[in-house]
C-alpha cells in the first residue's frame, strides 16, 4: 500500500514537472503573438549614451568626476523628489570628496531628529554618518505632492530594472509627444491607440513600460546645472549620463573592486589547477592500469 502510494505521488509530482515546463514553453513561444498592445508597439528597449560608460566591461573603472558630475544632477534636479535611503552621506568620500566637504555636504541636510528636552521630533543638520534623507516626511505627503504617484528611492534602482544604467539613462531622455512621436511602423501614438494617450498629470514616455508616467521630464533644458569649469557642456544627455553613472554607483559601489578583485582570483585558481595537474601525474606516474581479464 506505502508502495503504491509513493508511486502515484512520484506520478504527481513528475505530472506537475512536466506541466510546469511545458506551460513555460508555451508561453515563450507565444509570447508577443497574442493581441497588438500600445505598450508592445511602442515600447523601446534601453540604450547607453554614444562611447559607453568607463565602469563597464571587465577592466571597467569609476570616472570620479563623472560621479561627482551626477552626484550634483540628483542633488540639485532628483532630490527634491527621490530619496537615497540606503546610501550614507560619509560614502561620498569614495567619489574622491574630502572629509571637510563630506561634513559641509552633510550638514547642508536637514534630517530628523528628536528634541532631547522635550522628547519631540524635530529636525538637526546631517552628518556624515547619517543616510540620504527623504524630502518627504511620509508617503501620503509624498504622494500628495506628486499627483498621487509616490517616487520610488533610487539607491538600488540601476540594479532594480534590467540593464539599469542604459534604462536609466533611456527614461531621462525619452520623453516624447505622443502626438508626433512615431513607431516603427510609422504610427503615432494618437493614430493607433487614441485610448491609451496620456491622461492629466501623466507624460509619453517609450522606454517607460506602460509609456505614460507621473514624472514630467526631470532634466528639460540644457544647462539646467551648471557644471564647474573644465567640465563637458551640461546639456540634458550629458545629466543624463552622469547621473546614470552616480546612480549605478549608489546601487553597487563595490562593483569596480570586486572586478579588480576577480582576475587575480582567476589568475589564482588557474595557478592551482594546473599544480594539482602536475601533481597528479607526478604521483601516479609510475603506476600502470591494470588489464581487464
Excluded at 64 to 79: F, I, M, S, T
Excluded at 87 to 101: C, F, W
Excluded at 247 to 252: I, S
Aim: aromatic share 12%.
Amino acid at each position: 500500500m506505502i508502495r503504491l502510494i509513493s508511486i502515484l505521488v512520484g506520478l504527481g509530482f513528475t505530472a506537475a514537472v512536466l506541466w510546469a515546463f511545458g506551460n513555460g514553453a508555451y508561453t515563450a513561444v507565444t509570447e508577443g503573438m497574442g493581441e497588438r498592445t500600445a505598450e508592445k508597439a511602442f515600447h523601446l528597449h534601453p540604450h547607453a549614451p554614444e562611447g559607453g560608460y568607463s565602469f563597464e566591461g571587465p577592466f571597467g573603472k569609476w570616472d570620479k568626476q563623472q560621479l561627482q558630475r551626477g552626484y550634483q544632477v540628483y542633488k540639485e534636479v532628483c532630490a527634491a523628489c527621490h530619496s537615497l535611503k540606503f546610501v550614507a552621506i560619509r560614502d561620498l568620500e569614495q567619489l574622491g570628496y574630502s572629509e571637510a566637504e563630506v561634513k559641509a555636504e552633510a550638514a547642508s541636510f536637514q534630517v530628523p531628529g528628536i528634541d532631547p528636552n522635550t522628547g519631540e521630533a524635530t529636525t538637526r543638520p546631517g552628518l556624515p554618518t547619517d543616510n540620504f534623507p527623504s524630502p518627504y516626511p511620509n508617503k501620503i505627503a509624498a504622494a500628495a505632492a506628486n499627483n498621487n504617484a509616490i517616487p520610488p528611492d533610487l539607491s538600488l534602482m540601476a540594479k532594480a530594472r534590467h540593464n539599469g544604467t542604459h534604462y536609466i539613462y533611456s527614461l531621462l531622455t525619452g520623453y516624447a509627444d505622443p502626438a508626433v512621436y512615431k513607431n516603427e511602423a510609422g504610427e503615432t501614438l494618437a493614430e493607433a491607440f487614441p485610448a491609451t494617450m496620456p491622461g492629466t498629470g501623466l507624460h509619453f514616455n517609450p522606454y517607460f513600460a506602460n509609456l505614460n508616467l507621473a514624472m514630467a521630464p526631470p532634466l528639460n533644458s540644457d544647462g539646467q546645472v551648471t557644471y564647474a569649469e573644465g567640465n563637458p557642456e551640461p546639456t540634458v544627455h550629458q545629466m543624463a549620463e552622469d547621473v546614470s553613472a552616480f546612480l549605478t554607483w549608489t546601487a553597487e559601489p563595490t562593483m569596480v573592486k570586486r572586478k579588480q578583485t576577480g582576475w587575480p582570483v582567476l589568475g589564482f585558481l588557474l595557478f592551482a589547477s594546473i599544480l594539482a595537474f602536475l601533481a597528479y601525474k607526478n604521483i601516479w606516474a609510475g603506476v600502470k592500469p591494470k588489464k581487464a581479464g
